[in-house]
């Protein structure tokens, strides 16, 4: 015997499938309904807010594929929490266990039609996603890291344009396209997946580092301090674009400085 299903359960689709075991998107042939809204829905209708959760548990009630590994997962969590959601992990929350998680607080019902676009961020155009590229040296603002470098767990630095300037004021397509308010960030330093960094740095260590510097170097870390990013210099930018010369070409650039600096090596 079927279940009586209210009208108005709402962790039901209209054709009465929960939420979270949908898998077409409802009013469309074939369309797949996004992980990250099932993975909503179920922490919505499943869980109270302080409520933990693990990948196992997810796995069990989801299926094997909305958390395949912890960085599949995470990526899953970082587009929830673009979405008001807060889902803290044991980096930012101490009392967590390894693989737990925490539903701080609920954010935007994605699973809804609609609900998703409200948090639709705006784009750079592909034209401005080039020049901002060409502009920062195809490396990362913040940190430095190009994406051919490595992180220290040896992950491949991922580069994205990151806005500097608040989203409400980029809705004129004007202010979208303007180069000023984009730079490169790399996924590390990118504000949407700031709480994912690994082990924090701890400022006795950093301290003690900055007892090695030169009052030279010291004074070049306290202007990027101040400003918050790291400026390439002239120097970092033709360097950014000599290194990726094929071989030979990179040969006679390194002909032509010799030259010019009167250092044959
Ligand atoms: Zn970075």
New binding site residues.
């Given amino acids: 015997m079927h279940a009586e299903i209210s009208e108005n359960d709402e962790s039901r689709a209209p054709d009465g499938t929960l939420w979270w075991d949908v898998t077409i998107q409802p009013g469309t042939k074939a369309f797949p309904f996004g992980q990250e809204k099932r993975l909503a829905a179920w922490l919505w209708f499943n869980k109270s807010l302080g409520d933990t959760f693990t990948m196992r548990e997810l796995r069990d009630a989801l299926g094997s594929d909305i958390a395949q590994n912890a960085e599949h997962l995470n990526r899953r969590l970082r587009e929830l929490r673009k979405c008001d959601w807060s889902i803290p992990s044991q980096r930012t929350d101490g009392t967590l266990a390894q693989d737990e998680y925490r539903v701080k607080s609920k954010g935007g019902r994605i699973w809804i039609d609609g609900e998703r676009a409200k948090y639709k961020k705006f784009a750079p155009s592909a034209r401005t996603r080039r020049l901002v590229m060409d502009q920062d040296g195809s490396r ?1 603002r ?4 190009g994406a051919d470098d490595t992180y220290e767990d040896g992950q491949q630095v991922r580069l994205t344009i990151g806005h500097l300037v608040p989203q409400e004021r980029l809705k004129s397509r004007e202010a979208r396209d303007d180069l000023n308010n984009w730079r490169i ?2 996924s ?2 990118n504000e949407t997946v700031r709480d994912e960094l690994p082990d924090p740095e701890q400022l006795d260590e950093v301290l003690a580092g900055l007892k090695r510097l030169t009052a030279k170097e010291a004074g070049e870390l306290l202007a990027w301090m101040r400003k918050g990013e790291r400026p390439r210099s002239r120097v970092d930018q033709a360097y950014d674009r000599a290194r990726r010369l094929a071989g030979p070409d990179r040969a006679r650039v390194i002909g032509h400085l010799a030259e010019r600096t009167g250092d044959v090596g």
Avoid at 142 to 145: N, Q, R, S
């Fill in positions: 990362c913040v940190c430095g890291l960030e790399c590390l330093c």
